[in-house]
């Protein structure tokens, strides 16, 4: 794992898990198909009606975004390993873009995205970038 290679220890935090679906989950996307409510979410997911009963977009966008805030004044630099919808959720906030267009946005399996925050300044350095071969120079990690 990365913790290993840069001899960082690994932390889970559960703000970084995946959207609750609520009734959704485990369910096969044909089934979900026939369901209207789907649909809706995967059209307007800033809909004040949480997927399968779960939890919101926003929630999700909202603890997503305080904990990296909360990460970023404690490390110089932070790894977050998460799902597509929360790293979109994430850049969508940064970025100043609506989450009902979040989806324009690919996030492939194990692909990379590098965000750069400042105080008052903020970078996109990579977004869906496949990790294998990938150009990424990593900064000189060292755990104190």
């Given at each position: 794992p990365l913790s290993h290679r840069f001899n960082l220890p690994l932390q889970i935090a559960d703000e970084f898990?995946?959207?609750?679906?609520?009734d959704w989950t485990d369910q096969a996307f044909d089934d979900l198909s026939r369901d209207a409510g789907w649909s809706r979410f995967n059209t307007?997911?800033?809909s004040n009606v949480p997927p399968g009963a779960g939890?919101?977009?926003?929630?999700?966008?909202?603890?997503?975004v305080r904990k990296l805030?909360?990460?970023?004044?404690?490390?110089?630099?932070?790894?977050?390993?998460?799902?597509?919808?929360?790293?979109?959720?994430?850049?969508?906030?940064?970025?100043?873009v609506h989450l009902d267009?979040?989806?324009?946005?690919?996030?492939?399996?194990?692909?990379?995205?590098?965000?750069?925050l400042g105080d008052e300044w903020l970078r996109v350095r990579l977004l869906n970038c496949p990790s294998a071969g990938s150009p990424l120079q990593l900064p000189n990690i060292r755990h104190q």
């Open positions: 898990t995946e959207i609750g679906f609520g307007f997911r800033s939890e919101l977009m926003l929630e999700v966008q909202a603890r997503v805030n909360a990460l970023m004044t404690h490390h110089q630099f932070v790894v977050v390993v998460t799902h597509g919808d929360v790293i979109r959720a994430a850049f969508a906030h940064y970025l100043g267009l979040f989806q324009r946005v690919e996030v492939d399996p194990a692909s990379l995205s590098l965000l750069e």
